[in-house]
Each structure stands twice: as structure tokens, then as C-alpha cells.
């Protein structure tokens, strides 16, 4: 009987605890979008004027962006879906 080969570490039988640099890499960019999200969150916070189509009103510019930048994804994606359906 020969004695088992030892095996190349996969994902699967890594030892816990041991990160590859992908897996840093991935997790130092999320914690960085993450801080550069927050502070244009905080640096845009400031009341604004907003003129809907029916009237006017104040909200703070973070929530302006946020809503603007949902509705687009929003419309972005419908859009795709449609322009898919039709070619």
C-alpha cells in the first residue's frame, strides 16, 4: 500500500482562517466603496428645493440622489427587458 498523495489546497479544503488575495482584494475595495459612500452621504445633507410637477418642496440632496439614482435603474432595466422582448 502506498501512502496517500498529499492534495493541492482548493477552495473547499483551505484551512479557516486563510484568505487568498483575491478574497482581500475584494473585501479592501467593498470597505472602501462603502467609506466613500458614506461620506458623500454625510457631505450631502443639506436641505434642497425640489419642484415636482405638482408643487415644491425641500428633502436633503443625499435622498434627491438616491431617488434619482434607483429611478434610472429602474427605467435602465424595463428598458432592456422590453428592447429583449421585441429583437
Known sequence: MSAPSPQK?????????????????R???????AVI???FAVLNLEEVKVD??????????????????LAG???TYMAERISR???
Request: glycine residues 14%; without cysteine.
Open 9 to 25: 489546497p482548493t477552495p473547499e479544503t483551505k484551512p479557516a482562517g486563510k484568505r487568498g488575495t483575491r478574497d482581500l482584494a
Open 27 to 33: 473585501t479592501g475595495g467593498m470597505l472602501a466603496l
Open 37 to 39: 459612500a458614506t461620506l
Open 52 to 69: 415636482w410637477i405638482f408643487g415644491s418642496g425641500h428633502a436633503p440632496l443625499i435622498l434627491v440622489i438616491v431617488i434619482s439614482v
Open 73 to 75: 435603474i429602474v427605467l
Open 85 to 87: 422582448r421585441r429583437g
